[in-house]
């Protein structure tokens, strides 16, 4: 899945926006989060142990809305076109941006829903025919790659096949740091920023896909 520089980029830019967007949810949300589903599974969990209802609700909605989330960046992706990519970007910037303008006017609730759907929906960035993509928005999995491809390394393996996923994590830790820093600056209205960036890697991508299409457009007219 990342087997190129520029998917390698798109990711670990994809991943630091996540880790923008769940570190002002996080605080706001006083423990939750916005794009990190077993850590909200682990408090619906302990909550519903605890009989404490109103925690678990809120720990299912929020889980709830991220698979629905998901399911429509799938949707996206597995039609036709080759801006689908593209396509999925400007769908979460749209989210972005309705969840910053509902920050502003005080709407919390309505401003949290909208950045899990986009947290979601971006999981599906690199989902193709069917697979089950690169997760972009949690980096349990990515951690755990690392771990694997260090001992592929140590056994005479490629020497450098886990710094790519490395590289993730270290893009959601940086996102997550800005994300607070912003959040303790303007609250929920720091969204704005994330929505600009997804507005803008929805732009790039698009326009890779096209200069794919004309390099591939060219050599068969050759």
């Given at each position: 899945?990342?087997?190129?520089?520029?998917?390698?980029?798109?990711?670990?830019?994809?991943?630091?926006?996540?880790?923008?967007?769940?570190?002002?949810?996080?605080?706001?949300?006083?423990?939750?989060?916005?794009?990190?589903?077993?850590?909200?599974?682990?408090?619906?969990?302990?909550?519903?142990?605890?009989?404490?209802?109103?925690?678990?609700?809120?720990?299912?909605?929020?889980?709830?809305?991220?698979?629905?989330?998901?399911?429509?960046?799938?949707?996206?992706?597995?039609?036709?076109?080759?801006?689908?990519?593209?396509?999925?970007?400007?769908?979460?910037?749209?989210?972005?941006?309705?969840?910053?303008?509902?920050?502003?006017?005080?709407?919390?609730?309505?401003?949290?829903?909208?950045?899990?759907?986009?947290?979601?929906?971006?999981?599906?960035?690199?989902q193709i025919d069917g697979g089950g993509g690169l997760g972009l928005t949690y980096v349990t999995?990515?951690?755990?790659?690392?771990?694997?491809?260090?001992?592929?390394?140590?056994?005479?393996?490629?020497?450098?096949?886990?710094?790519?996923?490395?590289?993730?994590?270290?893009?959601?830790?940086?996102?997550?740091?800005?994300?607070?820093?912003?959040?303790?600056?303007?609250?929920?209205?720091?969204?704005?920023?994330?929505?600009?960036?997804?507005?803008?890697?929805?732009?790039?991508?698009?326009?890779?896909?096209?200069?794919?299409?004309?390099?591939?457009?060219?050599?068969?007219?050759?």
């Amino acid at each position: 899945m990342l087997n190129s520089p520029g998917r390698v980029a798109l990711a670990c830019a994809l991943s630091a926006l996540a880790g923008y967007i769940d570190g002002i949810g996080f605080i706001h949300l006083g423990g939750l989060f916005v794009s990190f589903m077993s850590g909200n599974s682990t408090r619906l969990g302990v909550s519903a142990a605890d009989a404490d209802w109103p925690g678990a609700l809120e720990a299912l909605v929020l889980i709830v809305l991220f698979v629905i989330g998901a399911s429509a960046g799938s949707l996206i992706v597995l039609g036709r076109g080759i801006y689908r990519q593209a396509l999925l970007l400007l769908v979460e910037a749209a989210l972005l941006m309705a969840a910053a303008l509902c920050g502003g006017q005080g709407l919390a609730a309505p401003a949290i829903a909208a950045m899990v759907l986009a947290m979601g929906l971006e999981n599906a960035a690199f989902q193709i025919d069917g697979g089950g993509g690169l997760g972009l928005t949690y980096v349990t999995g990515a951690l755990v790659k690392v771990g694997q491809t260090v001992a592929v390394a140590l056994r005479g393996g490629p020497r450098w096949s886990w710094l790519p996923n490395l590289l993730l994590w270290l893009a959601l830790v940086a996102g997550s740091t800005v994300g607070a820093v912003a959040y303790h600056w303007i609250g929920l209205e720091a969204v704005w920023f994330g929505a600009a960036a997804a507005l803008a890697l929805s732009a790039i991508v698009a326009v890779r896909a096209r200069a794919r299409v004309t390099a591939l457009t060219a050599r068969t007219s050759a």
